[in-house]
């Protein structure tokens, strides 16, 4: 089974500048997942879908950033324009939980390394 | 106060030993609590996954779960090199579009 892939693996821009990152989920995962991870501290969720919508974006600075789902499956998130302290990895997961009891828990993939300087 | 504490270590053990690895939490509507393990420049790997209190033991891996104590335990028995990693504790409530909320993660070194 593929995992999760994410691309690109790394990005260095300079702050004002924007930036955006792809995620290709697992093949029939229908929940969707970005998670900011600072350096030092656990990820912190962005935004979840559940196939094309959203189901929580509460902690997403939506001043700057955007993310959007098309046709349920693969994902990009913008950084519109970037700040210093959105330098962290930000990592894509997927789920196929289709039930409240399913065992089944979020694969990531290896994330977007991005340095904004 | 964060939802899920965890002590950020690190934490350097010799080859052998058992390690103890611990989240306490606040929240008491969380149900589902999971381990995972990250080596460096990795992304987040599921490594045991616990359903409300009680054991679970998957090889030189042993999670706990404290609901009345609000804490989650992860154990590992005869430490190797290889289980260098940050492990990050997560936990959830019920439904299926419930949020996984992660501890800071514990960075473990174990030595020759």
């Known amino acids: 089974e593929a995992g999760v892939a994410q691309s690109p693996r790394y990005k260095i821009i300079e702050k004002r500048q924007s930036v955006a990152f792809w995620c290709n989920p697992i093949s029939g995962h229908a929940t969707l997942y970005w998670y900011q991870q600072i350096l030092g501290q656990g990820p912190k969720l962005l935004i979840q879908?559940?196939?094309?919508?959203?189901?929580?974006d509460s902690q997403l600075p939506k001043d700057r950033f955007s993310a959007e789902r098309l046709k349920g499956v693969d994902s990009t998130l913008k950084i519109q324009p970037a700040k210093l302290e959105d330098s962290a990895v930000y990592l894509c997961?997927?789920?196929?939980?289709?039930?409240?009891?399913?065992?089944?828990?979020?694969?990531f993939g290896q994330g977007t390394r991005l340095t904004v300087v | 106060q964060k939802e899920v504490e965890q002590d950020p270590g690190p934490l350097s053990v010799p080859e052998g030993a058992i390690v103890s690895l611990n989240c306490t939490y606040s929240?008491?509507?969380?149900?589902?609590f999971m381990w995972y393990r990250q080596y460096s420049r990795k992304g987040p790997e599921l490594l045991m996954y616990?359903?409300?209190?009680g054991n679970k033991e998957d090889g030189r891996f042993t999670a706990q779960v404290d609901k009345s104590s609000k804490y989650i335990s992860l154990f590992i028995r005869d430490s190797q090199p290889s289980d260098s990693a940050t492990y990050l504790c997560a936990m959830r409530v019920t439904g299926t579009a419930s949020k996984l909320t992660f501890g800071t993660g514990t960075r473990l070194q174990v030595t020759l």
């Open positions: 879908f559940q196939n094309n919508g959203v189901v929580d």
């Open positions: 616990t359903y409300s209190s």
């Open positions: 929240n008491s509507a969380f149900q589902y």
């Open positions: 997961a997927s789920s196929s939980r289709v039930s409240p009891t399913a065992n089944t828990e979020a694969f």
